[in-house]
C-alpha cells in the first residue's frame, strides 16, 4: 500500500478528502472523495447535518483502502464559529446550528451591556459579526439556559469530528480564537469573560496548536477502516490552514477566496488598537502563533444564492461570461449588509438594495452577477486601503488563493481595482495547508519556511497585472 497523508477539509457548500504525499522535493495531491454540505432547517432552525458529513468522512477514508493508499496521518478543518455542546455522557444536547441562522439577532447588543465592546476587542482582537460563537452562547443562555447547565463539554466542528475519531477532546487554537472568547496575547480561554457572561468556563477543553499529535483512531474505527492512523490537528479553521499556503507573505495581502472573502496579512503579533477596532479587523490565530490580521467580507455566498435562485440554470463560468457582455452597468451593494448573510431570494434582496439607494437595478442575470464581482471588488479595495492605513505603508502584490482564485475575470478586476499585481494559487490551498501542518508534526518537513518552499515549487499561480490606461 502507499503511504499518504489526508487531508479532510469540508466548507459551507462541499467537502473533500484529499491524499497527498511528498514526490522528489514536491507535494502531489489526489482528491479521494467529494461531497456536498450545506444548512438544512431543522426545529425551526438552520443547522448543519454533522452525522451524515461524519459518515461522508469516514466513507472517504474507506475509499483509501480500496484504492492501496495508507493514509499514515489525517487532519480536518472546517469553517469557524459553530460548535457542539455535549452532556455529561458526550452525547450532542441540541443540533448544531448554523452561524447563519437568526438566533444571533440583537445578541452583540446584549452582550455590550455586560462587556463594554472596546474591552471585547482589546482582549480578544476579534472583529465583531453578529455571529460569533459567543454571541452564539449568550443566545442560548438568554433562551435557552437549561441546555448550558446540562453542557459538560464544548467543541468546535472540527474538534468534534476528531473526537469522534479519537475519544478525546481538545479545542483547536486558531478555530478557537473565532469564538471571541481567547484572550488574544495569553491565548488562553478568557475566564474575565466568561465569567462576565456567566459561561462555565469548565465546559472548554485545553487549547492545543495546530502540528499536535492527537492520538489514534479508536479501537472500533480501526476494525471498521482496517487500519490505524494519527489524527493530527492542522490549523482546523479552514482560513487558518489557507494562509499557511501563501508562498510569499512578505510584501503580500492575501484574499482566501471561497463562500467568504478573507482579505489580510499576515502578522507575528495582534494589532488591538482603536483603528482596527473601528475598521472590524480580526486577529484570528494561525500558525506557529503568527495572526491573520484580517477583515471577513461576504464572499461568493452572494453569487452561490444567485446560481441557486436562478434553479441552477447557468453555471459559474456561464455566469462569468454573461458579465463580459455587460455594458455600462455599474450599480453596487454593500455586500456586508446583514440583509445578505441568508436572504429568502438573494437576486430580489440587491435589486431592493439597488433600488433603495438609487441606482440602477439588475434585472438579467449578467447584471446580478456584475453587481456582484463589482461589489466584491469595491469591499477588497476599502479593506486593503485601511490595511495600508494600518500599517503604514503600500504592499506591492495580492496572492488570491482557494476556489475563488480560479475566476479569472474576477482576479483582473482586482489588479484594475487596487493597481497591483495579482497572483491567483493555488486552488487548494486549505487541503494544502492542513497536509503540510502534518507533515511537520511528523517531521516531514522543517518549518513553515521549508513548507511555503515547497508549496511554491508545487503548484501553478497565475499572474494578473493591471489593464494599462490608454491616453489619447
Known sequence: MKKCYLAVDIGASSGRLIASHLEDGLLKLNEIHRFKNGIVQKDNQFCWELDRLFAEIKKGIKKCRDMDLKPESIGIDTWAVDFVLLDEYDNPL?????????????????????????????????????????????????????????????????????????????????NATSTQLVNAFTKKWDHEILDQLEINKEIFQEIHTPKTVLGNL??????????????ILPATHDTGSAVISVPELEETIYISSG??????????????????????????????????????????WMIQEVKRNYHDHYSFAELV??????????STVNVDDP????????????????????????????????????????????????????FERNFEKINVIGGGCQNKMLNQFIADATKKEVYAGPIEATAIGNIVS?????????????????????????KFLPTPIITH
Open 94 to 174: 441540541t443540533n448544531s446550528v448554523a452561524y447563519r441562522d437568526s438566533r444571533t439577532d440583537g445578541m452583540m447588543e446584549e452582550v455590550f451591556k455586560s462587556i463594554m465592546k472596546e474591552r471585547l476587542y482589546f482582549e480578544t482582537g476579534i472583529q465583531f459579526q453578529k455571529f460569533n460563537t459567543i454571541y452564539q452562547l449568550y443566545s442560548i443562555k438568554q433562551k435557552n439556559p437549561e441546555i448550558l447547565e446540562k453542557a459538560k463539554s464544548f467543541l468546535m466542528i472540527p474538534d468534534y469530528f476528531n473526537y469522534l475519531l479519537t475519544g478525546k477532546k481538545a479545542n483547536e487554537y486558531t
Open 218 to 231: 479508536t479501537e472500533n474505527l480501526i476494525a471498521e477502516f482496517g487500519f490505524d492512523m494519527k489524527v
Open 259 to 300: 463562500t467568504w472573502s478573507l482579505i489580510g496579512v499576515e502578522n507575528h503579533f495582534p494589532i488591538c488598537i482603536t483603528k482596527a477596532l473601528d475598521y472590524n479587523f480580526t486577529n484570528e490565530g494561525g500558525i506557529d502563533y503568527r495572526y491573520r490580521f484580517l477583515k471577513n467580507i461576504m464572499g461568493l
Open 321 to 330: 461570461d454573461l458579465v463580459r457582455q455587460v455594458q455600462g452597468f455599474t
Open 339 to 390: 440583509r445578505f448573510l441568508k436572504p429568502e431570494n438573494m437576486i430580489e434582496e440587491i435589486q431592493s438594495y439597488c433600488q433603495e439607494t438609487n441606482q440602477a437595478v439588475p434585472y438579467t442575470p449578467g447584471e446580478v452577477a456584475k453587481c456582484i464581482f463589482d461589489s466584491l471588488v469595491c469591499s477588497y479595495q476599502q479593506a486593503i486601503t485601511e490595511i495600508e492605513e494600518i
Open 438 to 462: 502534518q507533515l511537520m508534526a511528523l517531521g516531514e518537513i522543517e518549518d513553515i519556511n521549508e513548507a511555503r518552499t515547497i508549496i511554491k515549487h508545487s503548484f501553478e499561480v497565475k
